[in-house]
Protein backbone atom coordinates (compact mmCIF):
# COMPACT_ATOMS: atom_id res chain seq x y z
CA UNK A 1 0.00 0.00 0.00
CA UNK A 2 1.42 3.60 -0.96
CA UNK A 3 0.17 6.25 0.85
CA UNK A 4 0.24 10.00 -0.37
CA UNK A 5 0.03 12.50 2.38
CA UNK A 6 -0.56 16.12 1.52
CA UNK A 7 0.35 19.38 3.44
CA UNK A 8 2.15 17.56 6.04
CA UNK A 9 4.13 20.77 6.49
CA UNK A 10 2.61 24.71 6.57
CA UNK A 11 3.88 27.06 3.75
CA UNK A 12 5.98 28.81 6.88
CA UNK A 13 7.16 25.39 7.98
CA UNK A 14 8.26 24.47 4.80
CA UNK A 15 9.75 28.05 4.15
CA UNK A 16 11.87 27.88 7.80
CA UNK A 17 12.96 24.14 6.70
CA UNK A 18 14.35 24.58 3.43
CA UNK A 19 16.32 28.18 5.09
CA UNK A 20 18.05 25.94 7.36
CA UNK A 21 18.92 22.79 5.05
CA UNK A 22 20.57 25.56 2.22
CA UNK A 23 22.72 26.59 5.38
CA UNK A 24 23.67 22.63 5.76
CA UNK A 25 26.68 20.53 6.24
CA UNK A 26 26.50 17.80 3.97
CA UNK A 27 28.44 14.63 3.56
CA UNK A 28 28.48 11.72 1.30
CA UNK A 29 25.73 9.93 2.03
CA UNK A 30 27.68 6.56 1.39
CA UNK A 31 28.82 6.74 4.95
CA UNK A 32 25.73 5.74 6.52
CA UNK A 33 25.14 3.18 3.45
CA UNK A 34 25.96 -0.56 4.14
CA UNK A 35 28.71 -2.12 1.84
CA UNK A 36 26.36 -3.36 -0.86
CA UNK A 37 23.99 -0.54 -0.45
CA UNK A 38 27.01 2.08 -1.00
CA UNK A 39 27.70 0.76 -4.40
CA UNK A 40 24.43 2.22 -5.59
CA UNK A 41 24.22 5.01 -3.59
CA UNK A 42 25.31 8.58 -4.72
CA UNK A 43 23.88 11.39 -2.94
CA UNK A 44 24.53 13.97 0.37
CA UNK A 45 23.09 13.94 3.97
CA UNK A 46 23.02 15.34 7.35
CA UNK A 47 24.97 13.56 9.53
CA UNK A 48 22.76 12.19 12.46
CA UNK A 49 24.51 13.78 15.11
CA UNK A 50 24.52 17.18 13.23
CA UNK A 51 22.78 19.88 15.54
CA UNK A 52 20.62 21.05 12.56
CA UNK A 53 19.64 17.39 11.75
CA UNK A 54 18.45 16.89 15.38
CA UNK A 55 16.73 19.98 15.58
CA UNK A 56 14.69 19.45 12.47
CA UNK A 57 14.29 15.45 13.45
CA UNK A 58 13.33 16.84 16.79
CA UNK A 59 10.40 19.30 14.79
CA UNK A 60 9.32 16.55 12.34
CA UNK A 61 8.65 14.28 15.33
CA UNK A 62 6.39 16.55 17.00
CA UNK A 63 4.64 17.82 13.63
CA UNK A 64 3.78 13.69 12.58
CA UNK A 65 1.87 12.96 15.44
CA UNK A 66 -0.72 15.62 14.03
CA UNK A 67 -0.99 14.40 10.95
CA UNK A 68 -4.14 12.73 10.87
CA UNK A 69 -3.70 10.67 8.18
CA UNK A 70 -0.22 9.18 8.60
CA UNK A 71 -1.30 8.39 12.09
CA UNK A 72 -4.62 6.58 10.46
CA UNK A 73 -2.36 5.11 7.52
CA UNK A 74 0.49 3.44 9.47
CA UNK A 75 -0.55 3.14 13.08
CA UNK A 76 3.02 4.12 14.28
CA UNK A 77 4.53 2.45 17.18
CA UNK A 78 8.06 3.61 16.85
CA UNK A 79 9.16 6.58 14.64
CA UNK A 80 12.93 6.31 13.62
CA UNK A 81 14.00 10.25 13.82
CA UNK A 82 13.82 11.19 10.25
CA UNK A 83 16.86 12.23 8.60
CA UNK A 84 18.12 14.46 5.59
CA UNK A 85 19.58 13.89 2.01
CA UNK A 86 19.97 15.85 -0.86
CA UNK A 87 20.24 15.04 -4.66
CA UNK A 88 22.44 16.88 -7.37
CA UNK A 89 24.51 16.62 -10.26
CA UNK A 90 23.18 13.28 -11.43
CA UNK A 91 23.39 12.00 -7.79
CA UNK A 92 21.19 8.73 -7.47
CA UNK A 93 20.19 6.24 -5.41
CA UNK A 94 20.37 2.26 -7.15
CA UNK A 95 17.56 -0.40 -6.69
CA UNK A 96 17.94 -1.35 -2.33
CA UNK A 97 15.68 -2.58 -0.16
CA UNK A 98 15.90 -0.76 3.44
CA UNK A 99 17.54 -2.50 6.51
CA UNK A 100 15.25 -4.94 8.33
CA UNK A 101 16.36 -3.59 11.99
CA UNK A 102 17.21 0.28 12.28
CA UNK A 103 19.04 1.56 15.98
CA UNK A 104 17.99 4.81 17.55
CA UNK A 105 21.06 7.00 17.63
CA UNK A 106 21.98 7.30 21.44
CA UNK A 107 19.76 4.63 22.94
CA UNK A 108 19.51 0.75 23.16
CA UNK A 109 15.85 1.22 21.14
CA UNK A 110 15.36 -0.88 17.91
CA UNK A 111 13.09 0.16 15.13
CA UNK A 112 12.00 -2.63 12.96
CA UNK A 113 11.15 -0.88 9.44
CA UNK A 114 7.92 -2.11 8.62
CA UNK A 115 7.06 1.53 6.09
CA UNK A 116 9.17 4.01 4.76
CA UNK A 117 8.60 7.67 4.57
CA UNK A 118 9.87 10.34 2.06
CA UNK A 119 8.97 13.91 3.27
CA UNK A 120 9.88 16.71 -0.11
CA UNK A 121 11.10 19.59 0.52
CA UNK A 122 11.79 20.61 -2.99
CA UNK A 123 8.72 21.26 -5.54
CA UNK A 124 8.84 19.01 -8.77
CA UNK A 125 9.75 21.63 -11.08
CA UNK A 126 12.76 22.41 -9.13
CA UNK A 127 15.04 19.65 -10.70
CA UNK A 128 14.78 17.38 -12.92
CA UNK A 129 14.89 13.44 -12.21
CA UNK A 130 14.93 12.14 -8.70
CA UNK A 131 11.37 10.38 -8.98
CA UNK A 132 11.26 7.94 -5.87
CA UNK A 133 10.91 4.76 -8.36
CA UNK A 134 8.52 2.04 -6.16
CA UNK A 135 8.61 -1.47 -6.96
CA UNK A 136 5.19 -2.57 -6.01
CA UNK A 137 2.79 -5.84 -5.67
CA UNK A 138 1.05 -4.06 -8.79
CA UNK A 139 3.98 -3.11 -10.53
CA UNK A 140 6.31 -0.28 -10.49
CA UNK A 141 5.17 3.63 -8.84
CA UNK A 142 6.77 6.93 -9.29
CA UNK A 143 6.66 9.30 -7.53
CA UNK A 144 7.70 13.02 -7.58
CA UNK A 145 5.47 15.12 -4.82
CA UNK A 146 5.22 18.65 -4.13
CA UNK A 147 7.16 20.74 -1.15
CA UNK A 148 5.85 19.78 1.54
CA UNK A 149 4.15 16.69 0.65
CA UNK A 150 5.15 12.86 2.13
CA UNK A 151 4.94 9.00 0.75
CA UNK A 152 4.58 6.08 2.79
CA UNK A 153 5.14 2.86 1.60
CA UNK A 154 5.64 -0.54 2.12
CA UNK A 155 10.02 -1.31 3.44
CA UNK A 156 10.20 -4.33 2.19
CA UNK A 157 9.60 -2.98 -1.73
CA UNK A 158 12.93 -2.28 -3.90
CA UNK A 159 12.94 1.00 -4.53
CA UNK A 160 15.60 3.81 -6.01
CA UNK A 161 15.87 8.00 -6.81
CA UNK A 162 16.56 8.39 -10.84
CA UNK A 163 19.37 10.75 -11.27
CA UNK A 164 19.05 14.12 -10.27
CA UNK A 165 20.15 16.25 -13.62
CA UNK A 166 18.71 19.23 -13.06
CA UNK A 167 18.57 21.64 -10.01
CA UNK A 168 18.75 20.34 -6.54
CA UNK A 169 15.95 17.50 -4.55
CA UNK A 170 16.07 17.70 -0.72
CA UNK A 171 13.86 15.25 1.29
CA UNK A 172 13.50 13.89 4.96
CA UNK A 173 12.99 10.31 5.10
CA UNK A 174 12.55 7.68 7.91
CA UNK A 175 11.32 4.16 9.19
CA UNK A 176 8.30 3.27 11.05
CA UNK A 177 7.20 0.28 13.04
CA UNK A 178 3.88 -0.35 12.69
CA UNK A 179 1.38 -1.76 15.48
CA UNK A 180 -0.12 -3.69 13.22
CA UNK A 181 2.91 -5.55 11.04
CA UNK A 182 0.73 -6.80 8.29
CA UNK A 183 0.60 -4.65 5.43
CA UNK A 184 -2.92 -6.06 4.64
CA UNK A 185 -4.26 -5.74 7.97
CA UNK A 186 -3.26 -1.93 7.82
CA UNK A 187 -4.78 -1.14 4.66
CA UNK A 188 -8.05 -3.08 5.26
CA UNK A 189 -8.19 -0.65 8.68
CA UNK A 190 -7.66 2.48 6.94
CA UNK A 191 -10.40 1.18 4.42
CA UNK A 192 -12.59 1.10 7.38
CA UNK A 193 -11.52 4.31 8.99
CA UNK A 194 -12.12 5.96 5.80
CA UNK A 195 -15.57 4.74 5.62
CA UNK A 196 -16.27 5.62 8.93
CA UNK A 197 -15.26 9.30 8.34
CA UNK A 198 -17.34 9.16 5.46
CA UNK A 199 -20.66 8.39 7.17
CA UNK A 200 -19.99 10.36 9.53
CA UNK A 201 -19.52 13.47 8.12
CA UNK A 202 -23.03 12.75 6.23
CA UNK A 203 -25.18 11.07 8.66
CA UNK A 204 -23.57 12.21 12.38
CA UNK A 205 -25.80 10.67 14.35
CA UNK A 206 -26.32 7.28 12.10
CA UNK A 207 -25.88 4.04 14.59
CA UNK A 208 -23.61 2.39 11.86
CA UNK A 209 -21.28 5.15 12.58
CA UNK A 210 -20.88 3.41 16.56
CA UNK A 211 -20.81 0.06 15.59
CA UNK A 212 -18.12 0.40 12.98
CA UNK A 213 -16.03 2.11 15.34
CA UNK A 214 -16.42 -0.58 17.83
CA UNK A 215 -15.45 -2.72 14.95
CA UNK A 216 -12.32 -1.17 14.22
CA UNK A 217 -11.30 -1.04 17.67
CA UNK A 218 -12.05 -4.38 17.98
CA UNK A 219 -10.09 -5.27 15.38
CA UNK A 220 -6.70 -3.08 16.36
CA UNK A 221 -6.98 -4.56 19.80
CA UNK A 222 -7.28 -8.05 18.04
CA UNK A 223 -3.96 -7.53 15.19
CA UNK A 224 -1.77 -4.93 17.29
CA UNK A 225 1.43 -6.03 19.07
CA UNK A 226 2.68 -3.17 21.14
Not at 24 to 36: L, V
Not at 121 to 138: A, N, T
Request: glycine share 8%; proline share 6%; aromatic share 8%.
Amino acid sequence: MLIEIPDVLTPDELRQCRDLLQQASWQDGRQTAGHIAARAKDNQQLAQDDPLAEQLSSFLLGRLGSVSRFVAAALPLKVLPPRFNRYTGAGSYGPHIDNAIFSVPGTPLRVRGDLSATLFFSDPDEYDGGELMIEGEFGRHSVKLPAGHMVVYPASTIHQVTPVTRGVRLAAFFWIQSLVREGNRRAMLLDLDDTIQAIAAQRPDDHAVVRLTGLYHNLLRDWAVT
